[in-house]
């Protein structure tokens, strides 16, 4: 009896609190279910949401010239408080929808990419964000392609004299090979073959500046000014460029007058026995490629697009010329040539709707491998064209903003490195010494 009357006094209290009935069954000190909470905090939670929607960062040479804040997700807590997960894998709850591509739908089989070091993935399909990788400890750098990893597959570095790359599934870093004393850098053994200037990217632009581009340093200081040129008297302009393994500027000017020019001295050696050698050409792109992989030889191939769309080879020793085919692209604009140290050789044709970057066949001109680009929107008035480190940099002014893109061929993504550069840039170049694998 006593139980009873107890049981209906609190029933009594409790039901001005929250109702209850006879069926009801309170447990003294008890907290409310996990339903109970979601219930009761539900709207509250979209109503949050509405009124404070998840942000997302900003996305902070026909001569060739043809007249992105982030908010990171807030975090009340701390690891010594929260807890720190040690597998990205586990009880990942995140699933806000990535704002710039909710229009979007996506397939589930979808590789994850990354936004900062938050990997977006595709969920009921759409894009949605999932881990933030800075929260585990062993796989705290998120990689395109795999989400989160230990280090960035493919990428290499240098320790002391010893080279170290990152294994194909970003588990770790594994030491790959030791080179001489003194000769590791960048990821990469060279040797004295190799001086140090052949390491980098070289460019030149419509005011005749020599400008050294190395894609390693932070950003914003990727670019230095070495020098003026002053190679001709006349109005003629720089067209495109190359460079050899010592560390020379091959630049061609409009006019068809090839210059050698040290990197390190702005003193320009005309090619006075370089008469086109029939090859037809009076303006091309050109780039060296090594002739055979883990050699110390290259040639320097040169091609145009013009309706004799020559595609040939030149040895620098006496400057003879080789034909080699015709050049069988039809694209908006006249191909652009890079070569690397893996004996490679590839073109890019750019394009304001559609893009071309190609693997040629240095035997027969032929495209071995054509990689398609989405376009950049507008007018590509200058554009040039350089492989390093595992990735190839297309420079390209767009309706007049001068812009340094990025193409990454393992996970076909195309991205914008640098805007708003002060170089109008019409040649790249870069040595068969560069490095040829990805650089952490």
């Known amino acids: 009896m006593r139980s009873s009357v107890f049981f209906a006094s609190l029933c009594f209290l409790y039901l001005i609190a929250a109702g209850c009935d006879e069926s ?13 909470s979601k219930k009761n905090t539900g709207k509250k939670d979209s109503e949050d949401k509405k009124n404070n929607p998840a942000k997302t960062p900003d996305d902070s040479s026909d001569e060739n010239d043809d007249d992105d804040d982030s908010d990171e997700k807030e975090d009340t807590g701390t690891p010594s408080d929260k807890g720190q997960k040690s597998n990205p894998d586990e009880n990942n709850t995140d699933e806000t929808l990535v704002p710039w591509l909710e229009d979007f739908e996506c397939e589930e089989s979808e590789a994850p990419s990354c936004e900062g070091n938050v990997v977006i993935q595709c969920k ?33 570095y240098c320790s002391g004299d010893d080279v170290y790359q990152c294994t194909d599934d970003g588990s770790q870093n594994v030491k790959i090979k030791t080179c001489q004393i003194g000769k590791c850098d ?21 005011s005749y500046q020599l400008i050294k581009f190395d894609p390693g340093a932070p950003k914003g200081q990727n670019l230095t000014v070495l020098f003026q040129l002053k190679c001709s008297d006349s109005y003629s302009r720089p067209f495109s460029m190359a460079v050899d393994r010592e560390a020379n500027a091959w630049v061609l000017y409009n006019d068809s007058t090839l210059y050698k020019i040290k990197i390190s001295d702005p003193h320009c050696e005309r090619i006075t026995n370089f008469q086109q050698n029939g090859s037809g050409l009076s303006t091309f792109g050109m780039a060296f490629s090594l002739d055979t992989v883990g050699g110390t030889t290259d040639s320097l191939f040169i091609g145009n697009m013009s309706s004799s769309g020559r595609f040939g080879r030149i040895d620098t020793s006496n400057m003879s010329y080789t034909p080699l085919a015709m050049f069988p692209f039809n694209y908006e604009k006249s191909p652009e040539l890079t070569g690397t140290g893996l004996a490679k050789l590839y073109s890019f044709s750019p394009g304001q709707n559609q893009q071309h970057i190609s693997e040629i066949d240095k035997k027969t001109g032929a495209v071995a491998i054509d990689y398609q680009l989405p376009g950049v929107g507008g007018n590509v008035g200058a554009w040039a064209f350089a492989h390093w480190g595992g990735y190839f940099f297309t420079f390209e002014t767009v309706d007049g903003d001068n812009r340094i893109y990025r193409y990454d061929i393992e996970t076909n993504q195309f991205e914008l490195f640098l805007s708003n550069t002060d170089f109008r840039v019409v040649g790249a170049g870069v040595s068969t010494c560069a490095p040829t694998t990805k650089v952490n």
Do not use: H, M, W
């Open 24 to 36: 009801s069954s309170i447990t003294l000190g008890s907290q409310p279910s996990a339903s109970d």
């Open 186 to 206: 960048a990821g990469e053994c060279y040797d004295d073959n190799c001086p140090k200037d052949a390491q980098f990217i070289y460019l030149v632009d419509t």
């Open 124 to 156: 009921n399909n759409k894009y949605r964000y999932g881990d933030d990788c800075s929260k585990y400890p062993e796989k705290s750098i998120c990689s395109d392609g795999y989400g989160c990893t230990a280090c960035i597959p493919g990428t290499s």
